[in-house]
């Protein structure tokens, strides 16, 4: 089964033959990270973003050094099972000798603490999940980690496969990283009912880590953003302090008591950037572990 076809049977429509003529959320995030085979839809509304929001890279590379470091955090505390939902493109490596930070993926900090954590990324975008197997297939075979497409609003079927064709189990705990995804899906329900969903699969002594856009820091900043978006055609939701905390539900904070939500650049005393304003940030950053009754 090809990829379009996996996705036909899961509900997820074929991409469109003219995708490459229209800019791509996916594709723009890349570009902060000097990705440079953007198509000209991309770059003009690249290039809108960043008149509304100037420091928009700072916020993605912020929200990235995050994921690598809290990936690494919970892989420390014995979790070998992850689940990087909206896995967005592997970044690319800087040409010349730059940072290699974020040419780090998951799998690749992942495994620094186990040889085998078992890894899964999960995209509904064709292309990422293309590019990710095709980056893949080189890694070991034992520790090879799996690409797939995946609706995260369609939470049921994805953990129903996973489980499954035997990519996750439920006898270990899994870390669930959902990083700069929520806010592509606008409807407030959808998106509570999916993370409710996952939180009552996952076993015992998982992890749940979020990050997400809000306006609470530097609403005209961002509303300037999400109306570039709006005009684009994409649909970007930046969700206030109570709505990203509901996703939590009981769970309790990594760290113990109620779940902390902390601008992003700050989650992590060892953050690169956790001396800048909280509007640059522009998203919380929040992760709680599932208890024994819960
Ligand atoms: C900005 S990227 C985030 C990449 C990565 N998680 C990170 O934090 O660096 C957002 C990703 O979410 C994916 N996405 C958006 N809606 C989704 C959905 N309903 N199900 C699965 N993935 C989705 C997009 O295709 C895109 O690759």
């Known amino acids: 089964m090809n990829l379009v076809q996996e996705g036909l049977a899961l509900g997820i429509p074929a991409p469109d033959p003219d995708a490459h003529e229209r800019p791509s959320a996916a594709r723009i995030y890349r570009m902060w990270f000097g990705a440079e085979d953007a198509v000209p839809a991309d770059q003009d509304l690249a290039r809108k973003i ?4 100037p420091r928009e890279p ?25 689940l990087d939902l909206g896995c967005g493109y592997a970044l690319p490596r800087p040409q010349g000798g730059g940072d290699l930070l974020f040419a780090q993926n998951t799998h690749d900090v ?10 899964v990324y999960a995209d509904i975008d064709h292309d990422v999940v293309a590019c990710q197997r095709s980056l893949l297939a080189s890694a070991p ?16 079927h994805l953990l129903s496969r996973l489980e499954a064709d035997g990519q996750l189990t439920r006898e270990r705990p899994v870390a669930v990283l959902l990083h700069d995804v929520l806010p592509w899906i606008p409807d407030d329900a959808q998106a509570q009912e999916s993370v409710a969903y996952l939180r009552t699969w996952l076993p015992p002594g998982s992890a749940l880590s979020i990050t997400h856009a809000t306006p609470d820091f530097s609403p005209t900043w961002v509303k300037r953003v999400q109306d570039v978006y709006d005009d684009a055609g994409i649909a970007f939701r930046p969700r206030d302090r109570q709505s990203i905390s509901n996703l939590f539900g009981d769970w309790a904070d990594l760290y113990g008591g109620p779940v902390r939500m902390v601008p992003t650049a700050r989650h992590q005393t060892r953050h690169q950037f ?5 509007y640059i940030s ?13």
């Open 50 to 53: 960043l008149n509304a929001f």
């Open 282 to 294: 522009a998203a919380y950053a929040s992760v709680a572990v599932k208890q024994p009754t819960s």
């Open 58 to 82: 700072a916020a993605a590379k912020i929200n990235r050094s995050h994921h690598l470091l809290i990936t690494e955090t919970l892989a420390a505390r014995g979790i070998a099972q992850f």
């Open 141 to 156: 075979t034992a520790s090879r980690p799996t690409a797939v497409l995946a609706d995260v609003t369609d939470m049921a």
């Open 274 to 278: 956790s001396a800048v304003p909280d």
């Open 110 to 119: 992942a495994q620094q603490h186990w040889r085998c954590a078992t890894v």
